[in-house]
């Protein structure tokens, strides 16, 4: 199949003649423009489940891992691809030798933190991991912290969020045994995991739903739990 070109979504501030909202969408004086976002460089392996995250410092995301085929456990990699925000391109990482790289997986999550890419969980060979592992860019290079204490169960197809100054926050996820909603804050220094006691109403256990961070809250949306999608926002 040929691959659609990567599209880039703008915001303004009062939409064009031509662009009238539907009856049943709510009116709203600010609009969005999609446009296709033209790269040069050598382009990653077309695949799923890989991992991003954003260096806004540097003005660059890293994207790792997926898979080549549409099965649930299928042909996975382990390079690691960079696209420059400021150039429109494409490159891919020669990574220093290491002695505890992440192998090839899928549905993994990662959070920029001072600097550094957080890998988490996700589908290894075929099983679900809960290892961290933490990429620096200069020399590209991962190590593998040792962390202390409890850890989260492995997991896949979760979600996470960098919190700013506090850790990588992740949420719910699924493994062989189920779906979880279960929340953990990881701390990079010293490297170690802390389960955070919460009050109200909790988001039910899924996988496959979004997670960001904006001004000091988490919003979760959607995903899925065996049959069931969720449409709830918390």
Known sequence: CTRPPLRALQAGLAPPAAVQPTAAAPRCAAYVTWEPFATTGALPSANHGFTTALDAEHG????FGGCT???VRGTCLSSMSILNLETNSWSTLAV?????PPGPRKSSTAAMLDGAMYLFG????GAVTNDV????MDPPRWSRPAIT?????ERGGHAAVALPSRGMMVFGGFSDLGYYNDLWLYVPSPPHWLA???TGPKPSARKGHAMVY???RVYVWGGSAATCAETSMH
Do not use: I, V
């Open 149 to 153: 204490g409890a850890k989260p169960p």
């Open 69 to 71: 085929d549409a099965t």
């Open 196 to 198: 955070p006691a919460s």
């Open 133 to 136: 592992f933490t990429f620096q």
């Open 96 to 100: 220093a030798p290491s002695a505890a």
């Open 214 to 216: 904006l001004n000091d």
């Open 122 to 125: 996700g589908l290894a060979d």
């Open 60 to 63: 660059r995301m890293l994207l």
